[in-house]
């Protein structure tokens, strides 16, 4: 049973990565347009990449 | 705000050059750094050549530093410099073809219930990765851990769920708290209740070394009833903010007349008694007044349900709401703002809204059976357990296993489920709710009073007698309708057209504001216009008359078309079994008429808004539930006094302010399928209340008996969440 000091902690650890994503898409805006953001990924054209050249 | 220059980033290159991702973030630093915001509503765009279209647009307008669509609310955000102006914004979009208009930046609040729903979301999203931690833990206990192992597992899911419970269910302790303050029970003095207990009595337990831990159960109460509550939130600010922009197309603004002579925008509130305000053709009136100079006519439709315009001139008094048509006007302003004839109409509102404060909503009525019965329970557990075996620990496991186990969270989510289906079917089909209990109560309406003007009619005149006159006469008034604003012209205007008929030639059009329009043909006079202005005795109804030299004056007849599907709404309401009513301020004449048309068979005619709160409080009276359409000033008492009202999205700011809902469709015959759709929901909501009532009816004896463990409670309640979920999806 030793071996629950690495995997809780690493458990864990990795619900913990994915709580900060969440919590950063939250800060991000990225729910605030969800049809928008559907639509976006079929544009050609580069939008909220940094600028080119 | 001020317009302080923030050194931050001025000194930062990086920033200046990628603003947009940082205005993003936070619009009031925007402002603040002289930008000014704009919003612009697209009622029309869909896909995503519209984004990329609108945006590219935007951003090749000089002074635009970034602009963003939002397709889900279908608006764009415009970060500007101060030369931008918004309307020279929303006419580029239009004339590229995407459909555009101003909002009024100051109306939409989108900032603060955005705020809320993302606070929602964020309490949801911790209390869902604290569930599944503790959850996994639970089930190593479950399968068998014992002593230390046990102990262990139980310690690290309290070090999860302490700090989670305190965080995530803050929105149902501060309720709670509120509730009680009050001296009143609501749903969430149980569900905080259950889950303080629960966590308490976990970590009580825990410390003791005990088998049975509940913070997996104080978790999943937290998530599935987070998660009602953002649904309820979500459901109910996508509806407002399409509200409010209804509202935010309409700037109060009024033109002042200066002491040199001069014109100015002033915004209403701002106008003091005297004043001169010019109302340009076209315009609705801003305040109460006497005209000082010019004539017209005015359309009072909106605070009377008259249709036909009537003549004013110098010395007539005019009221704030109503719609100037044909020449210019300048008004000595007697009364603005609350003190009009308008805001008068807002205290009747008022008064009548009172009655309907008193309706409880069924999550209400459910809480008021639920809560004192499951805190009764409880106790008698712990008391009855106490009294038969003198162990206070294990009484009071019980009773904390039976306050879980009874499922506040099925009850929680059975509502707002179901309001959120239905209210996206409806949303679908042009229909916006305002309220929160406006579904519930009108899937109990048994009776439906329309108003006419506007409402039931378009509120647009149709010439009906063209066939009577000659083409040569149809080519002269087609020639001096055109030379007219007049809504009557333009219909005749309009219909003549459509029967492709080319204008005579008409030389010296001259319109004459409050009469009509003259000209000169083959050398003749040729007036259209008023009965007594072209030399005509008076005629029943709306008409206008044409006079060709002196060849005696013959009138065009208008009737007041009916809205699109207004004969199908009334049918279809009558086929469910509601009684139809149809009230008016109109003529008993046009009344009639349209009655008549629409399948109507009980009619009021010549009603002041008075008599249509008394009517409406006659009916309740009765002991019917009544659903009010109307759209009107006059109307505003009688929709706040109804059980349940809709407005059209035509319809005045001040009528779509106390309409429960409203009709975006242009056409009524969404009508009979909202009533059902409400009925539908109003029916998964008593069978969802049925199914968690079923499941306590099963787990309550268990629990009693002391057999619950945190398994079946876990069961329990994630079971009867996902039934009552499922069961609320038949609605769409």
């Given amino acids: ?53 | 705000m001020t317009a302080e220059p923030r050194p931050s980033l001025a000194a930062c290159p990086a920033c200046a050059a990628a603003p947009a991702a940082e205005e993003l973030a936070a619009p009031e630093r925007a402002a603040a750094a002289g930008g000014a915001e704009i919003v612009l509503s697209l009622p029309e765009i869909h896909c995503a050549a519209c984004i990329t279209g609108v945006e590219k647009i935007l951003r090749a307008t000089p002074g635009v530093r970034s602009a963003r669509v939002n397709l889900t609310l279908k608006r764009a955000t415009v970060t500007a410099g101060p030369e931008v102006e918004a309307s020279a914004l929303a006419e580029r979009l239009t004339r590229a073809g995407f459909r555009a208009h101003e909002l009024d930046a100051g109306m939409i609040s989108a900032a603060g219930s955005d705020r809320a729903g993302r606070d929602l979301l964020m309490r949801l999203g911790v209390a869902g990765f604290a569930m599944m931690n503790v959850m996994l833990l639970s089930v190593a206990v479950w399968s068998g851990a014992t002593d230390a192992t046990r102990d262990l597992f139980h310690w690290i899911s309290a070090a999860i769920a302490l700090p989670t419970v305190a965080f995530s269910a803050q929105p149902f302790f501060r309720n709670a708290l509120a509730a009680l303050s009050a001296r009143r029970l609501n749903m969430d003095v149980p569900i905080s209740l259950a889950i303080l207990l629960a966590a308490g009595m976990s970590l009580y337990e825990t410390s003791q070394h005990g088998e049975h831990a509940y913070f997996d159960a104080a978790l999943s109460l937290t998530f599935f009833l987070l998660a009602g509550r953002y649904l309820d939130q979500r459901t109910r600010s996508v509806a407002r903010s399409a509200a409010q922009e209804l509202a935010a197309l309409e700037v109060p603004r009024a033109l002042r007349i200066e002491a040199d002579g001069s014109e100015r925008l002033t915004p209403v509130a701002e106008l003091n008694f005297g004043d001169l305000v010019r109302v340009p053709p076209g315009a609705r009136v801003p305040v109460d007044g006497v005209i000082e100079d010019g004539e017209s006519e005015l359309d009072r439709s909106a605070l009377t349900g008259e249709s036909l315009p009537v003549f004013a001139g110098a010395g007539a008094a005019v009221s704030a709401g109503e719609v100037n048509l044909t020449g210019p006007l300048a008004v000595r302003v007697t009364a603005a703002g609350r003190e009009t004839k308008l805001g008068r109409l807002a205290d009747l509102v008022a008064m009548a809204e009172t009655a309907r404060n008193r309706y409880t909503s069924l999550a209400d009525r459910a809480a008021a059976i639920y809560a004192p019965a499951v805190h009764l329970l409880a106790l008698a557990a712990f008391a009855g357990w106490f009294w038969a075996s003198g162990d206070a620990r294990l009484s009071l496991n019980i009773a904390v296993a039976t306050l879980i186990i009874t499922c506040p969270c099925a009850l929680g989510l059975a509502v707002p489920a179901v309001t959120t289906a239905a209210s996206g079917r409806l949303y679908r089909r042009g229909v916006l709710i305002k309220s929160a209990t406006a579904l519930e109560r009108l899937a109990e309406v048994d009776t439906v009073v329309f108003d006419k003007t506007g409402t039931l009619t378009e509120g647009r005149p149709e010439p009906v007698n063209l066939g009577d006159f000659s083409r040569r006469e149809l080519e002269i008034a087609l020639a001096l309708a055109e030379g007219s604003a007049h809504p009557l012209a333009r219909a005749l205007a309009q219909a003549i057209r459509a029967a492709r008929i080319r204008p005579a030639h008409v030389s010296g059009l001259k319109e004459r504001p409050g009469h009509g329009v003259e000209g000169v043909w083959a050398g003749q006079r040729v007036r259209l216009g008023r009965a007594a202005w072209v030399g005509a005795g008076e005629a029943n109804g709306t008409a206008t008359w044409l006079a060709i030299g002196s060849e005696t004056p013959r009138a065009f007849r208008f009737v007041d078309g009916l809205r699109e599907g207004a004969p199908e709404a009334v049918a279809g309401l009558r086929a469910q079994g509601l009684r139809v009513l149809l009230i008016s301020g109109d003529s008993r004449a046009a009344v009639e008429a349209t009655a008549q048309r629409a399948g109507i068979r009980e009619w009021h005619a010549e009603a002041m808004p008075e008599d249509k709160i008394a009517l409406l409080a006659a009916l309740a009276g009765e002991g019917r539930r009544v659903l009010m359409v109307g759209d009107g000033l006059n109307d505003t008492g009688a929709l706040a006094a109804a059980h349940v009202s809709i407005s059209p999205a035509s319809a005045l700011d001040a009528a779509r302010t106390v309409s429960d809902m409203v009709l975006t469709a242009r056409s009524l015959a969404v009508l009979p399928e909202i009533a059902a759709t409400a009925r539908a929901a109003r029916r998964r909501v008593l069978e969802n209340f049925a199914i968690a009532a079923l499941y306590n009816m099963i787990s309550i004896p268990l629990a009693l008996a002391g057999l619950a463990s945190p398994l079946a409670a876990a069961l329990a309640m994630s079971g009867s969440s996902i039934m009552v979920t499922v069961n609320a999806l038949r609605v769409r």
Wanted: glycine share 10%; charged share 25%.
């Fill in chain 1, 1 to 53: 049973m030793e071996v629950l000091v690495y995997l809780i902690p690493a458990s864990l650890f990795l619900g913990g990565l994915g709580l900060a994503a969440f919590i950063w898409t939250l800060k991000n805006r990225q729910y605030d347009d969800p049809e928008g953001d559907a639509w976006r990924i079929l544009s050609d054209e580069y939008d909220d990449a940094p600028p080119e050249g």
